[in-house]
């Protein structure tokens, strides 16, 4: 076998593309492999330039690199593509007169590369996503390898114990000094027994100090990873901040506690005047049966009826404070402004709670400025003055009560003083609260309702109320109203 049919049956025999051009870019040689690859007739495109005899190749960049090198002899390698999606790696070099051209088809290890490269992506979008969402979920994970010593910890992991910047270490050490010292003792007692158990998962709960002085809520869930002989090599859990469910929580069972202090409160409010009527009625049949020719007129009749009467009034308002405060929470609570004069309103109820006055043994002082001209809802200011004087009667322990109204720069003001214990600095805005009760309510009574009301509603009429210390001693409640700047 000669020399060149060895070499001939040598091109054939690789595996690479091989290409022999002239001076001019003719096809003098090529290979069953390069044919293929190029989609080159092996006979047929001898003698022609490549992209003459395949014109899918031209202004490829292997068009253009190969007339580079044909230009400056210069030898190149490269990576291109060919259509439909061929990716070649190219050897060039120029020998003697000749450029021969050496290709690898590397489609297969492209396509690897590529898939790789998106997985890459795909796994730091995913890495991404998982970041956001333990943010979101103010949450982070970590793991302790006790093989090697190493610890991992999420981005957010130090920021749940208060650390704006991630710290440079993380130890057991730390996160112990951290703990509340009530919490202490379990959370310990809970890491050291994964390695005097074969328990593989456990749960804590506990606060943690900040460095800022708060305490926050965190429910830790790990898992232990064991060795063939039950020995712990890797602990990884998650931990999650509950501070917001913590609060809410204890929100939700102080809502609880008022309601049933309430409930109690309401069944108490509620009977009292029922026991009351239900005397009164008693009396008076047992007074009919005992004496019937005794007329309605009588003075004990009459004495009787009117008891009845006080302790109704009594059992309505109470009634009404609650059907109000039901409207107030939805938005329903109607009213219906119109001028009038808030002197009449205040005179009516003064001479209304003059009787119950001289009944309680309280004098009640009325400082009436008319007219007061404003635009008003009447029912609702009543609602307002009778709560008010309620509220100066039952706490006011028998001392005198003083109602004024007067005009000033165009605002109506009025005050209902008493002089009862007054009301402490750091009590004024929490007896305006729904339910609130003051510290000698359980034996005034009451549903902590009325004065909370009155603020709805003078705040409706854009005003404002407030108490202040009563001169002499007491408390005096102030509303101030815009006569012309009521809000419908």
């Known amino acids: 076998m000669s020399a060149d049919t060895r070499l001939q049956l040598l091109r054939e025999m690789m595996g690479e593309a091989f290409v022999v051009l002239d001076a001019h870019g003719r096809l003098g ?36 690199r190969l007339m580079s090198v044909l230009a400056t002899r210069e030898p190149t390698r490269f990576l291109c593509e060919l259509p439909p999606g061929t990716w070649l790696e190219v050897s060039v070099r120029s ?44 949450m982070a ?36 000094a951290s703990l509340h010292p009530d919490d202490r ?27 800022d002085g708060s305490w926050h809520w965190l429910n830790s869930r790990a898992k232990v990873i064991r060795d063939a002989t039950g020995r712990v090599m890797v602990v990884r859990g998650a931990v999650l901040d509950i501070t917001a469910l913590k609060e809410t929580e204890a929100a939700l069972q102080d809502a609880v506690r008022t309601r049933d202090d309430f409930l109690s409160l309401a069944s108490h409010e509620l009977r009292t005047p029922l026991t009351s009527l239900r005397l009164q009625v008693d009396m008076l049949r047992r007074q009919s049966t005992g004496s019937p ?17 006080r302790q109704l009034r009594r059992l309505g308002a109470l009634v009404d404070n609650l059907l109000d405060v039901s409207r107030m929470r939805t938005g329903k609570l109607d009213f219906h402004f119109a001028d009038g004069d808030l002197a009449a309103v205040v005179s009516d109820l003064a001479a209304r709670f003059a009787d119950e006055s001289r009944q309680a043994g309280v004098v009640l002082e009325a400082n009436i400025e008319s007219p007061a001209p404003g635009h008003f809802d009447r029912l609702r200011l009543e609602q307002v003055v009778n709560n008010l004087m309620t509220n100066a009667f039952r706490h006011g322990k028998g001392s005198p009560v003083h109602v004024s109204l007067t005009s000033c720069d165009n605002t109506l003001r009025l005050m209902v003083r008493d002089h009862g214990p007054g009301v402490p600095l750091s009590e004024r805005e ?5 339910f609130a009760q003051g510290r000698d309510s359980q034996r005034a009574g009451g549903l902590g309702l009325g004065l909370y009301i009155v603020r709805q509603i003078v705040e409706a009429h854009g005003g404002r109320v407030w108490v202040e210390d009563a001169p002499g001693g007491g408390a005096a409640f102030m509303v101030e109203l815009p006569p012309g700047a009521a809000r419908e």
């Open 95 to 138: 020998v003697g007169g000749e450029t021969w051209v050496l290709a690898n088809d590397i489609t297969r290890r492209q396509q690897a590369e590529s898939e790789a490269t998106r997985n890459d992506e795909r796994l730091r979008q995913l890495g991404d996503r998982f970041q956001v969402a333990l943010e979101s979920a103010e």
């Open 141 to 176: 994970v970590w793991e302790t390898n006790l093989a090697t010593g190493q610890v991992f910890r999420s981005e957010g992991h130090d920021r749940l114990y208060g650390f704006p910047q991630p710290l440079e270490e993380w130890t057991h050490e730390k996160f112990l």
């Open 430 to 434: 929490r007896v305006f609260q729904r």
């Open 185 to 211: 003792a379990e959370v310990e007692a809970q890491v050291t027994g994964i390695f005097d158990s074969d328990v593989d998962s456990y749960s804590s709960t506990f606060r943690t100090h900040w460095p």
């Open 29 to 64: 040689e090529l290979n069953h492999r390069a044919a293929t690859l190029l989609g080159l007739h092996p006979d047929g495109s001898v003698g022609q330039e490549p992209w003459v005899a395949q014109p899918a190749l031209a202004g490829t960049l292997l068009h253009e």
């Open 293 to 309: 020719g005794e007329p309605i007129a009588s003075p004990k009749v009459v004495a009787k009826l009117e008891a009845a009467e």
